[in-house]
């Protein structure tokens, strides 16, 4: 793994990813604050030693490298699934490779539903802890101490400090955000109405399917990470309507212009 990944940093250092701030993973229909970049290089999946790629016609497939408001960002346009089949050591194959290509701070977003009945469709929130549905661990394996102890410790898996600037940028541009608990599920089936209830019983608002592999990798390379679900639905067992990906893909593009204005504005204090 170690090895891979140092080919994959050497590839991307050699086509001009050079030094980056700050990483940025963008989720379903979540692709737009691209291209508010001043875009310096653009490299697809396929191109990328070792990088696995996107089986989502949603999903890109791009790393893209340029400026915003005075920061340099990579940004994974695109991101891969437990449902895809994709192991967990693939599927956070790119965060590993982003440290190690020198990024200081890790921004992660998602589309969601919510169990919470104050949070509504076309919303966002931020994300200050996690609970795991998604079977296995990214650690598992032979030499994951290469990148940091294997023990992780996720007492606080979301930055203290990038919350902070979230939140205060919420607050200074005007922007309502909720703060809650997401819980990912291994997908890609919707939940019934009956596992919406239990897992709005454990603790959760929000429930998508990716993310906290990453946070768990992010953590054990000790890399500050936030991360924001937009919601793109209502998930009230009594009255749950049908939705289709496509119902999904249409609430995220429409709820995107939040997002972008929050990480705009987010990353110039970041």
Request: hydrophobic share 40%; net charge negative; proline share 6%.
């Amino acid at each position: 793994m170690l090895e891979k990944v140092k080919e994959s940093v050497a590839f991307l250092k050699e086509n001009g990813f050079d030094k980056p701030d700050i990483g940025i993973i963008l989720g379903t229909g979540l692709g737009k604050i691209v291209d508010h970049f001043e875009v310096i290089q653009t490299i697809g999946y396929e191109e990328i030693p070792y990088f696995p790629t996107s089986t989502m016609e949603f999903h890109p497939g791009k790393l893209i490298y340029g400026k915003l408001n005075g920061k340099t960002l990579v940004a994974l346009q695109g991101r891969f699934h437990y449902y895809e089949g994709y192991e967990l050591d693939e599927i956070t194959f790119p965060i590993r490779v982003l440290k190690f290509l020198g990024i200081k701070s890790l921004l992660i977003s998602n589309a969601g539903g919510s169990m919470n009945p104050k949070m509504k469709k076309g919303e966002l929130m931020l994300i200050d802890d996690h609970i795991n549905m998604i079977p296995g661990s990214p650690l598992r394996g032979k030499d994951m101490e290469a990148f940091g102890s294997r023990f992780v410790d996720l007492s606080m898996p979301y930055s203290p400090e990038l919350n902070d600037t979230i939140l205060q940028t919420a607050e200074q541009i005007g922007l309502k955000i909720h703060v809650g608990v997401y819980i990912a599920m291994p997908g890609p089936q919707l939940e019934t109405r009956a596992e919406y209830r239990f897992l709005r019983n454990a603790g959760a608002d929000v429930v998508g399917m990716s993310t906290v592999p990453e946070v768990i990798v992010a953590n054990q390379m000790k890399l500050p990470v936030a991360a924001i679900s937009v919601i793109t639905d209502e998930c009230d067992p009594d009255n749950l309507a049908c939705i289709s990906i496509d119902d999904i893909i249409a609430a995220a593009g429409v709820a995107e212009k939040k997002l972008v204005k929050l990480l705009k504005e987010a990353i110039i204090r970041i």
